[in-house]
């Protein structure tokens, strides 16, 4: 994949990448991991210098970085078109909260509960997981629109559920969280969200995952098992999509089935397709540009919600693809991945390749 | 004992009969050419052997597994490759990854250790990333290795979609009209590279081709479909000489 180009930006930066590449590739090698730590302490920190507003917001930015990045997974990524994300994050937000309200405390953890808070995430996730093969199996017979409609249904479903289930509240919602969510966790959730999924987008399950939005009929016939592709990817984005559910709730504190309205998935798909299909580096930018601009838009009042949708739809009109369509920040992509890595692991194969090739095309000189 | 036995293959499209009672046995080594006019149910042969479509009746049988009812991974897993009438590449993907993908049921590795990086991953990546790039050096692709594939000029792309086949290992390979649409120094040059990969990679071929400089040129064995039948089979010298197969070519009134 190609790098995207910002020259104007790049024209600023030329003389500090130029300093940077001279550095020792060894030294080189300690920057991500350097940068990362570095970011850590500042948000660890944070709340000792930014207002609670901005923390706030920061955090929605993280959680919207793990919702867009899951779901680009489904319809960037492989090419379907799953509308019902919201339905996920709902799983996970109340599996997270009844653990944390009702059941560490009951079985006498509740002083420890800040520390279990990784641990109902995680329970969160995998409850929202497990839903993922509810749309998984449909996805095998239909895509497309059809597939669309079952994912939209699927977020209704789980709405009107949680909607009548009176022990967790019915429509007023749940609460009684504590605020567990800091910029800190918000932080390593994020971290680790794109790293794993970054390691599966460059594995075979990954390339199996385009293939599938490539062509389909194509990509089981080079042996691609698109069932077992498509399980995979469904049941790893309702994973995050459910971490992220957890996270939301322990910020705002209290949940009502209405939170995870067909609006949220919405929002989410803006910002999957505003950062940019087949692109984490896409997602994280276009969470972090759609959120900050609805909190810009305030003063706007109710008339910040037209926003969304009118992105959207100008989106699709003048770049379908987003901001970074198919294309990848560089620190993203595998170091063994990368384009100069590749080409030298070729120079190196064809230097020790056999004196038998098969017969050479006639100087490329096709049509 | 046959690589792949066909026995009473028929199949229907609703009311339409695509194929009937079409038989194959295919020894090993072998390069059959499948012609006939367009219509006459070649693709479709090809489809119900790659589990496309499902057959409303008979067998196929592949080094005695019955292909019958099986997905197509499962199909090309145990050795049967293909390629398309028209190319169906991963058009947006490098040349390289879509060579790579094609290895996706070679490799054994599971989504934990693919997310964690496990050992198990990264050996069977870098294996796979090898021998991807060798046999794109190999098939005279490594110039293009990082290329998106839609880049490559038609030709390369014939040959991207015959590299991508040979990286799923198939013992059996079915090239569905690879001369379509390329000028005569092309074709020549296609008629070479399918005999030097039947020996290097020590395969048999099913080829379907309009071309019959192509078929004429290459195939031992020829069968000819018209309308689903199989009307003549035999060495390419007999079936240049058939009276039915003239007559399906080129109409009844050039063979009285």
Request: glycine content about 8%; some cysteine; overall charge positive.
């Amino acid at each position: 994949m190609k790098q995207p180009s910002f020259s104007f930006l790049s024209r600023i930066l030329a003389p500090l990448r130029a300093a940077y590449e001279s550095l020792p590739p060894s030294v080189r090698r300690w920057t991500m991991p350097v940068l990362l730590v570095i970011f850590f302490i500042v948000a660890l920190f944070s709340p000792a210098f930014i207002n609670l507003y901005w923390q706030q917001v920061l955090i929605y930015v993280g959680i919207n970085i793990i919702l867009a990045a899951s779901l680009n997974l489904v319809n960037g990524y492989m090419g379907e078109f799953s509308v019902g994300h919201a339905g996920f994050m709902a799983v996970g937000a109340y599996v997270a909260s009844i653990l944390t309200v009702w059941v560490f405390p009951r079985w006498g953890w509740g002083e420890y509960i800040p520390y279990l808070f990784p641990v109902a995430l995680l329970v969160g996730g995998l409850a929202a997981g497990l839903t993922g093969l509810v749309i998984a199996f449909p996805s095998f017979r239909t895509r497309g629109d059809y597939l669309a409609i079952v994912t939209l249904a699927w977020n209704m479903i789980v709405k009107s559920v949680l909607e009548n289930i009176d022990a967790i509240g019915g429509p007023r919602g749940f609460m009684g969280m504590q605020k567990l969510t800091s910029v800190a966790w918000v932080y390593v959730w994020v971290v680790i969200t794109i790293y794993l999924l970054r390691n599966l987008v460059y594995s075979n399950f990954g390339r199996g995952t385009l293939s599938i939005r490539e062509d389909e009929i194509a990509s089981s016939l080079v042996s691609v098992d698109t069932r077992k592709v498509k399980i995979t990817v469904f049941v790893v984005a309702a994973f995050f999509a459910g971490i992220a559910g957890g996270l939301f709730a322990h910020i705002i504190q209290f949940i009502n089935p209405r939170s995870f309205s067909i609006l949220k998935s919405t929002d989410v798909l803006v910002m999957v397709y505003l950062g940019g299909i087949g692109s984490l580096g896409g997602s994280i930018l276009g969470a972090t540009v759609y959120t900050v601009l609805l909190e810009l838009l305030r003063p706007l009042q109710v008339w910040r919600w037209v926003v969304g949708p009118l992105l959207l739809v100008l989106l699709m009109i003048f770049r379908p693809r987003g901001i970074m369509g198919m294309q990848e920040w560089r620190f993203l992509v595998p170091r063994e991945e990368r384009v100069e890595t590749l080409a030298a692991l070729m120079e190196r194969i064809r230097r020790k390749g056999e004196a038998v090739a098969a017969p050479a095309p006639v100087g490329g000189s096709s049509d | 004992m046959p690589v792949l036995q066909i026995r009473g293959l028929t199949h229907y499209f609703g009311g339409l009969r695509a194929v009937h009672d079409f038989n194959l046995d295919l020894e090993p080594g072998e390069l059959v050419g499948i012609i006939g006019p367009n219509g006459a149910g070649k693709t479709t042969v090809f489809n119900l052997i790659t589990g496309v479509y499902r057959p409303t009746e008979g067998e196929i049988l592949f080094n005695g597994h019955n292909l019958v009812g099986k997905r197509s991974d499962q199909i090309v897993s145990l050795g049967i490759a293909r390629t398309f009438q028209t190319i169906r590449l991963f058009k947006n993907l490098s040349v390289l990854d879509n060579v790579r993908i094609a290895r996706f049921a070679r490799m054994s590795y599971g989504v934990p250790a693919a997310m964690f990086r496990l050992p198990k991953y990264v050996r069977e990546e870098a294996q796979t990333r090898e021998r991807a790039l060798e046999l794109l050096d190999l098939m005279g692709l490594s110039e293009q290795a990082t290329w998106v594939a839609s880049s490559l000029p038609y030709g390369l792309q014939r040959r991207l979609e015959i590299a991508r086949a040979l990286a799923t290992e198939p013992r059996l390979l079915l090239l569905d009209e690879p001369a379509a649409g390329m000028n005569p120094g092309e074709i020549a040059e296609l008629m070479d590279l399918i005999q030097w990969i039947r020996r290097r990679f020590d395969l048999t071929i099913i080829l379907i081709e309009h071309q019959m400089r192509v078929v004429m040129g290459i195939c031992e064995r020829i069968k000819v479909l018209d309308f689903g039948e199989t009307i003549a089979e035999g060495t390419p010298a007999e079936i240049q000489n058939n009276p039915r197969v003239i007559e399906a070519y080129l109409g009844e009134e050039a063979v009285a």
